[in-house]
């Protein structure tokens, strides 16, 4: 009997309308747009606007997006995972409300939080449920609302961050597509490098801690850019070993879109051509969780059955990981 594989076979991704420039960040804060992009290589980023909107507005709109994409019958999704460190409360979790609003009635949910990392580790349990055949249609989101959490005070974040994720579809394949293999791997000593002080049950919300601005993300660059440099070049050769593949084998890397020197300076040390490595930074920003399944959705019409993909991040805590997957359908043919 073949191997049952988890193959991704659809993807789709939202961002939100307002899109938030360089030129207009430099009228809030202490910036200008040659010091942005030469740091970070972001031109724009995209942020939800609107009271009471949360991350389960981008995550209903990339639910119903793939449902319509795939031709999916919504009763027909057994389970969603979200990746979020921005769901829209405590509890209940994303994952089910926002199954809920974009009518799909026979599935269960859960969220996943590991920062940047999340949606890598999410595509990872999904896959479990497929490869031990208790599933045949997953779907797995990475969203963040990261403008919810960044104080726009600070310059040294907030011109990293935006809004906006994207959402798979996973289902099994027997023809030697799909997943095939992962590292993940984390850190807890990192927390004191990228956290936020308060809003967990350590030390939970008071009058103090939002006066002191506690809420929102905190980052000393230099120690987060020397870990996730080291972190995702060594996990994606790690990989690259097991599985007996080079740069010329692979056809494509897809890292976390955190800045633009960290994407750069990884694609030097694990040897990858330029030209196969996604880039999106410069259009999204760093959205947390949404950066790999945005990064899956533009490139959509350049993948090719058969390609072999290697999805990294890096995430605050810390967390990492790499895995190596073999796209499942021609992304060129899409919607004809």
């Not at 939800?48 to 999704?77: F, H, I, Q, R, Y």
């Not at 600070?154 to 289902?171: N, S, W």
């Not at 230099?222 to 440099?229: H, T």
């Amino acid at each position: 009997m073949s191997q049952i594989r988890a193959a991704i076979t659809g993807v789709q991704g939202y961002v939100p309308d307002y899109v938030l420039t360089n030129d207009e960040l430099a009228t809030i804060v202490d910036t200008n747009d040659e010091w942005i992009t030469s740091r970070t290589g972001i031109k724009e980023r995209h942020i939800l606007k609107g009271e009471g909107k949360g991350t389960s507005v981008m995550v209903v709109e990339a639910l119903k997006g793939l449902l319509k994409k795939t031709n999916t019958n919504p009763d027909d999704v057994e389970l969603v995972i979200c990746a979020t460190v921005t769901g829209d409360s405590i509890f209940p979790d994303t994952a089910n409300v926002s199954a809920y609003r974009a009518g799909i009635k026979n599935a269960f949910g859960f969220d996943v939080s590991a920062a940047c990392s999340g949606f890598l580790y999410a595509l990872t349990v999904g896959a479990k449920f497929i490869e031990a055949g208790q599933h045949k249609k997953v779907i797995v989101v990475g969203a963040d609302k990261m403008s919810s959490i960044i104080d726009y005070t600070d310059r040294t974040t907030c011109v990293i961050f935006g809004d906006g994720g994207g959402a798979v579809m996973l289902e099994p394949t027997t023809d030697g597509d799909g997943f095939i293999d992962y590292r993940h791997y984390g850190d807890g000593s990192g927390e004191e490098f990228l956290y936020l002080v308060a809003g967990g049950s350590r030390k939970p919300s008071t009058v103090d801690t939002l006066m002191a601005r506690e809420h929102f993300v905190r980052q000393n660059g230099r120690p987060v850019f020397k870990a996730a440099v080291k972190g995702m070049s060594e996990v994606v050769t790690e990989v690259m070993q097991r599985n007996n593949l080079t740069a010329e084998t692979v056809d494509w890397l897809v890292p976390h879109q955190a800045n633009i020197r960290i994407i750069d300076t990884v694609s030097k040390m694990v040897n990858f051509p330029r030209e196969k490595v996604m880039v999106t930074i410069h259009k999204y920003g760093n959205t947390t969780a949404g950066t790999l399944p945005l990064c899956l959705w533009d490139y959509e019409s350049q993948l090719k059955k058969g390609d072999n993909l290697i999805l990294t991040a890096f995430g605050g805590g810390f967390t990492w990981g790499a895995l190596y997957l073999r796209w499942a359908y021609d992304g060129s043919t899409v919607g004809q």
